[in-house]
């Protein structure tokens, strides 16, 4: 194919697992979403590279960074387009993307978000209330979602997901929607918080507001999320880690405590209760009771 023929548009349709197969990398996990690569932009032991089998892009979470097969090749060779176009021309035909047959992945999702507002219903406020939580730490970090769920109409507090998912909680139901991952709030500090849950993380917003404000802060929003997590870990000078007081929790701290050594369990802290929000909700807002640092 002549190069001038060659598109940046009829580019980007080229597969990029098979580009990354063919410069030597190969994913280390795949679903029927997704392949998960070590980067090839940089070292790493746990891979942290994820490729879209549905849209075919690539999105780096150590870098922060994404895009398609033409600004990757660009950024692994430290190309200029046309030399990566150049590079992509005698491949337009084997490398070219199909998308999986993905009919039974685009159902109508159990939950659809309808809107996201600032908090305002009473019923939510006094939710919060119930928990302990004032309403202007509930406002700052999450938003009143409604939602549809099997045909019906419903509103919750949401927590929103670094993916774009999202956590809700009223006082009759906890569910969230797709995609479910962790949530993430960066602050370029050099120490983070990982909370288990999204009312864990609002009773320490409750408790101490300027330890979050200084720390860069994980909610996991599932245990199941813990392993996705980990690659961030090396990072920061210092980690504080509020998981449960239960069986599930305390394993995974210990896991997390074995594997680091810049970790600090701060579930001592909350001895005696299952969670933060539980001792919070028992002991009210007394940070003399609730020493966390």
Known sequence: MNLNNLSCKSARNICIVKTLAKLGHFPTRTTEKEAWFLSPLRSETQASFSVSLIKNLWFDFGLGKGGNTIDLIMLINSWSVRETLEFLKNDIGSLSFSPPDIEHLNKEPEISILDVQII??????????????????????????????????????????????????????????????????????????????????????????????????????????????????????????????????????????????????????????????????????????????
Request: include cysteine.
């Open 120 to 293: 305002h219903l009473k019923a939510l406020v006094d939710y919060l209330s119930s928990r302990n939580i004032p309403y202007e730490v509930g406002r700052k970090y999450c938003r009143q979602v409604w939602y549809r769920c099997k045909g019906k109409r419903f509103f919750a507090i949401g927590l929103q997901n670094h993916l774009g998912g999202w956590e809700l909680r009223n006082r009759y139901f906890k569910t969230s929607s797709s995609p479910k991952t962790f949530s993430f709030f960066e602050r370029d500090s050099n120490q983070l918080i990982i909370t288990e849950g999204m009312f864990d993380f609002l009773s320490l917003a409750t408790i101490d507001e300027d330890l979050l404000q200084n720390s860069d802060c994980i909610i996991l929003n599932s245990l199941a999320f813990l392993d996705r997590v980990k690659m961030f870990i090396p990072k920061y000078e210092k980690i504080l880690i509020y998981l449960d007081n239960d069986p599930s929790g305390k394993k995974a701290a210990s896991s997390l405590l074995n594997q680091f050594d810049n970790i600090t369990a701060c579930s001592d802290s909350y001895s005696g209760y299952v969670d933060l929000n539980e001792k919070l909700v028992n002991e009210g807002n007394c940070k003399k009771s609730l020493t966390l640092k």
